[in-house]
C-alpha cells in the first residue's frame, strides 16, 4: 500500500494540501527535464506510456482501497501528461528557458478546463483509465501546442 501510494501520488507530491495537481505537475517537469538530460524524447514518450499503462490498474486497485474515484492526492496522471508534453514539445537546451514554462502552463490548461474530449474523458471513462486517459490527451494536446507557439515565437519574434 505505502508504494503504491507513493507511485501514485509521485513521490507523496500529490499530498499537498493546495493545488496537489499542480505541485505534482511542477515535480513531474523537473523529473523529465532530469530524464531528457540522459535519454531521447521519445524515450520519455514510451515511458509516459509504460507509466499510463500500469497506472490505471493501480488506480483502480487503490480506489477499491479508499472507496474515492480519482481522489485529489492521485496525481501519477499529470506525471504521464506532463512527460508527454515535454516529449513532444521540441524542447531544446536553446528553447528551455520559454518552452517549459510554456509545457507547463499549456498542460494545466488543458487538465484544467477540459475542454473537448478531454473533458468527455474525464466525465464518462470510470476507474484508473478515466483518470490517466483526460491526462494522456491533455499532454498530447499541450505538447503540440506548445511546440507551435514556440514555431511562431522562433520565426516571427527571435
Not at 504521464?80 to 510554456?102: H, Q, Y
Request: proline content about 3%.
Amino acid at each position: 500500500m505505502k508504494l503504491r501510494k507513493f507511485f501514485l501520488t509521485v513521490g507523496f507530491s500529490g499530498l499537498s494540501p493546495k493545488a496537489p495537481g499542480t505541485v505534482g505537475s511542477f515535480v513531474s517537469v523537473i523529473l523529465g527535464l532530469f530524464l531528457l538530460e540522459i535519454m531521447h524524447p521519445s524515450t520519455l514518450f514510451l515511458l509516459s506510456l509504460l507509466i499510463t499503462v500500469i497506472a490505471a490498474k493501480q488506480i483502480d486497485i487503490y480506489e477499491k482501497e479508499i472507496g474515492i474515484h480519482d481522489s485529489s492526492e492521485i496525481v501519477i496522471d499529470e506525471l504521464a501528461g506532463m512527460w508527454l508534453t515535454l516529449s513532444i514539445c521540441g524542447l531544446t537546451s536553446e528553447n528551455i528557458l520559454f518552452t517549459a514554462p510554456l509545457a507547463f502552463i499549456f498542460f494545466r490548461l488543458f487538465d484544467i478546463y477540459k475542454p473537448s474530449i478531454i473533458g468527455r474523458i474525464d466525465r464518462n471513462v470510470k476507474g484508473g483509465l478515466g483518470v490517466m486517459g483526460d491526462d494522456v490527451i491533455a499532454g498530447i494536446f499541450a505538447g503540440i501546442c506548445t511546440a507551435l507557439s514556440w514555431q511562431l515565437i522562433d520565426k516571427f519574434i527571435i
